[in-house]
């Protein structure tokens, strides 16, 4: 008989999982008893994420390896605050996708099936809180997989157009690939070391004896499969149209935390598995078989170049705004190429400002597009002076994404550059300076055309209703506010710093 | 007579992988494209029942082919749902003719 008991200890730490998972079933199940009554479901989701939230609070100052097998001392399943910490992002942004979808014309036509829909999106969210939690590679394939498989439903969700659909196939076929080779990846590396846990391939790598350049070639179709998932150059490809053709409210979903759990995914890998200790200030020392930093200074260097180039040819905003959050891909893989405790710090900051400017932008072009059926810049025109507040506060998002004070994207670059320059890596800080100088002109360009253009015959006034304006307005606040006085965001960030290592 | 080791089943496991991928670069079909991913599943199948029988890691990487198996049939239940969804919106599943997204 086997001895479980090391299970049913670790159930209370996934706890916020299974709350998680009862909320999807409850759904379900309401969707199919009570066919009539639909308006109530998001409310059901609402609460079920609520409940998870507070288990997720309730266990933050925990650090335990979960699922464990018989006398090892590594799981499966890590809970530290690091996963903590991205949880709270990937459950704040559910709650905020989810008012999003009460406001978003495309989910509401599809409101008959709004059942599947909810459901997907916190299978979504059951997925990434997996990923950010996992320390095993068979669980971090199964989340991925997890995330994968309801999001590319969720692209190709509402059915309503050409390019919806064409979305969803292009997801499909970028995601299977770059999972299946991950996959590939994986299983050379339990050839390898016969092992999947990342505490003790750590292990083993430090015992050296293993062939390297196997190694290499394994851990870069992993990595294939993780730069797929924070749409890294070259395994991009897929998100400018998967973006553009998605429903806006799954678009912003992927952009912020799905991409916000590939990050999470990165970090821990490579913090557990590769690096061999931590100094005494802050910097993690990796082991001598593969050189993570080169490799991530690079692509994050391409990315962001990429990303930032692409967009000032582009006319539609939601295409923009995909090359922006490939741009912002390529700087927050520069926090981490740094691989120092800073460098985590200024991650983790960056992210959460990242969501909450990302977030509003999106719903700002939703509501507009609500209107207006386009998300062409060029239907922009005058816009600023019909709907003051929407103008005002896309000019502040946008101004917020360039990294200009006073708002709290300038905080974000801060704290980055200021990594990058204690590291002595000076010139990669000149490159992401001279990339956030590019991107200030195709921002600038939305601005340009909502107030120096003239308004014309076809320019619409966009008044939202009460709900979507607060919703606006509590994205806008905490941008400004964050911009003066960010020390809350700073000292939560840094209680969250501790990965848990061998 | 040869002895079947380790090596044969990498062996096999390589070149489906290599034919996986080039079956996706190469066709033009929806479906064979989707073919070509459950070939590079399959070959990593192959990966981890191969080290798992002709080493001492236990039998972990069996059990992982057998989570394989079932991700790869969910993945080809969405995966076909969204190709009928193509049909139905293109009336083909030509990958190279569905790119009305690219400016």
Redesign the interface.
Known sequence: MMDLSNIFNSISFVIPEIALSITIVLTVLFDLIFDKDKKIIPYIVLVGLLVTGYFVFAQMDFANFGFTVGDEKYGMFTLDGFSNYFKIIILVTTIIIIFFSSHSNEIIKTFDRSGEYYALLLGMALGMMFMVSASDL?LI??SV?LLS?SS??LT?FT?LS??N??????Y??YG??SS??M??G???V??LT???NLYELNTLLQAGSINLTTLGFSLILIFVGIGYKISAAPFHFWT??VY??APISITAYLSVASKAAGFALLIRFIKTSFVSYTDASGNWHLLGIFDWQTLLIIIAILTMTLGNFSALSQSNLKRMLAYSSIAHAGYLLLGLAVLSDQGLLAVLIYFFIYMIMNLGAFFIVNLIANKINSEDIHDYDGIGYTSPLLGVSLAIFLVSLTGLPPTAGFIAKLYLFIALVDANMITVAVIALLNTVVSLYYYVRVLKHMYLNKANESTQAVIPTLQPRIIVLALVIPVLLFGIYFTPIVSFAQNCLNILTK | MIEVGLNHY?AVSSIL?AL?IYG?ITRKN?VM??M??EL??N???I??V??SRY???GI??QV?AL??II?AA??AA??L???L??Y???ANVN?DE?????E
């Open positions: 068979i394939y199964l997989e498989l590319y439903v190709g059915k050409e390019r659909a064409e979305a969803s196939l292009k499909l076929i299977s690939v299946g080779l996959l590939f994986i299983s050379i339990y050839g016969g092992t999947t400018p149209d553009e053709g | 990498l992988f996986g996706v929806a494209v989707l070509g991913v590079i599943l070959a990593a199948n990966n981890f191969a080290f080493s001492n890691f972990n990487g992982y989570f394989v991700l969910a993945e969405i995966a749902a969204i190709v969804n193509i139905k919106t293109y990958v569905i790119n009305k997204l690219k």
